[in-house]
Each structure stands twice: as structure tokens, then as C-alpha cells.
């Protein structure tokens, strides 16, 4: 179906307003997803405040030029679906941790901004071969905390020195 001009420039302004105001941006990249799988992730990502699109690559440059988070254009290839928040991520990082487990051949990320920054894909693919959530949820988390390692441990050691 074929947007007229009017309708391409609605849709490209309340997307800016959108990725202006939200915390996070995720783009997956998908082959052949069924619709319904895309409903029911769909349905499950509205009900976290957040939302999911798949729109035109080229509508999606338009609504990213001149903005903080125009170097995404580089990883806007192929089909895309769009996913963004506006509250806490933990809860759309668990959905679409376990949706791209679920749906690795199907689905996989190719990028995430946080707080308008790039967060490498090696960063990602490390937390992602983590045995359990708990482990790279926690990873995730002090990567963007700016916390080291080691002075968590350092606190975690404490604590438990504290409760003996």
C-alpha cells in the first residue's frame, strides 16, 4: 500500500518525537517471522510501555537525520524492526533476550542505544553467551552503571563478611 506524502511526514515526525524522548532503541533484524509471532511480541512489548515497529529503512533515516542517534544509519539494513522504550529497560531486555533465544535463526539484534549511546555488539553477544539471565542481566547492568568489576566484588565481599 502506497503512503501519501502527508501521511510518510506524520509518520516520520511522531517517530523523532518518539526516539527523542525514549531510553532505549533496539534494532533486530528478522527473516521470514510469521505474523503472529510478531503480534505476540508486539502485544507483549506494548503492555512494558514500549513499542515495536517495522518500518521502510528509508522513513527511518529521514526520522533520524539531524538528530543524537543518526550513526544508527550504518546498521539500517535489510528488514528491521524498530523496539523502544520509555521507562526501565530490564523488563524489554528480558523479553527480547528470550524472544531472540527463542527465534535465534529467525530474529537477531544489530544494535542497541542506550541513554542515546551505541552499545557495541560484542558487548551484547558476550552478555548474551551468558549460561543464565541472572549473570548477564547483572553484566549488562554494571556496563552501564560504570562500575568495575572488581570494586563489585570488593562490596560484594563485604556484605557478606558483614552478614557472618
Known sequence: MLLKINKK??????????????????????????????????????????FITILRNNLFKLAIKDTDISFLYKYLIGPTILCYSFDDINNIIILLYNYILKYKNILF???????????????IKRIIKFKNFKNSLLYFIFYLKNISFLRIIRILLKIKESIK
Open 9 to 50: 511526514k506524520n509518520i516520520i515526525k511522531k517517530l523523532k518525537y518518539n526516539l527523542d524522548k525514549s531510553i532505549s532503541i533496539f534494532l533486530i533484524g528478522f527473516k521470514n517471522i510469521s505474523c503472529n509471532d510478531l503480534n505476540n511480541l508486539r502485544k507483549k512489548i506494548n503492555k512494558l510501555n514500549s
Open 109 to 123: 539484534l544489530r544494535s542497541v542505544v542506550i541513554n542515546k549511546k551505541l552499545i557495541k555488539l560484542k558487548l
